[in-house]
C-alpha cells in the first residue's frame, strides 16, 4: 500500500507545476519514504518492548589501557633476569685520595656498557652491579678497610674495564682494600705505600705496574692489548725491563 501511494505521489509530483503544490507533494513523499523504511527496517527500543523509536544511539567503550608504573617494570625485569655471578678477579690500586678497583670484562666478551653498569656506595663499601653481558649478570661488593667520601666516589665505564673510584674519606694509606668480612677473592693491588715499596731503584713501582698490566692484557680487547704493547715498547726495550714485562712479549 505505501509502495503504491508512493509511486502515485511521485507520478503527482512530475506532473505539478505549482511551487506551492510542488513543495506540498515533497513533504508528504519524504514521509511516505521513511515510513516505507521503517517498515522494511523495525527498530527495537531500549526497554526491550519491540516499540518503534525515532533513532537509537549506540555507543563503544574502550577500555582505558592499563598503566604500568616504573617499579613494575623494574621487579618484571628482574623476575626474568640472569643469575648474578660474583666477580671474583680484578685488580685495585691507590692514590694519596683514591682507592680504585679495576675489573676487566669477561674475556671473549663484546665487552662492558656504561648502560647495563652501576655502582652503589656507603661509606664502608660499593656493590658493582652489571645487568647484562651477553645473557649473563655480574655482581661485585667489597666491604672496605677504610671509610670513603660517598659523595666524591663513581664509577667509570670503558669497553675493556670498569674502574670503581673509591675517594678516601681520610688522606692515609691503606694496608689493605677489604675489611673483615671481605670473603675470598683473587685480586692484585697496591697495598704499600709508594715510598715503603719502591726502594732505592723503583724496582716495586715496576713490579706493581707490571701486575696491573698483565691482568689488563689477560682480559682486554685489541685495542687495549695494541697500548699495553706499546708500553712494552717503551719500558722494555728502552729501560730493559724484560723479566717484569716478559707476558706480553710480541
Partial sequence: MVCAELTELEALRASAQSPYVQSVLDDRIAVVRATSSDEHNPKVSSDGTGGSVSAVETSIVHPEPATVSAAEVTEATRAVAAPETTISQFAWDQSEKFVSVYVSAPPGSTGWKDENVSCEFT???????????????????????????????????????????????????????????????TEQGRSTAPEAADGADGEGTEQLLAGVLRDMYANGDDETRAAIEKTWKERVVDKGLADEYAFMKP
Fill in 123 to 185: 661509606d664502608r663499601s660499593f656493590s658493582l652491579r652489571v645487568s647484562t653481558v651477553e645473557g649473563k649478570a655480574y655482581k661485585l661488593r667489597i666491604d672496605l678497610c677504610e671509610s670513603i667520601d660517598v659523595s666524591q666516589s663513581r664509577c667509570k665505564t670503558k669497553q675493556a674495564r670498569i674502574t670503581v673510584l673509591c675517594r678516601k674519606g681520610d688522606a692515609m694509606w691503606w694496608k689493605e682494600l677489604r675489611g673483615q668480612s671481605g670473603g675470598k677473592s
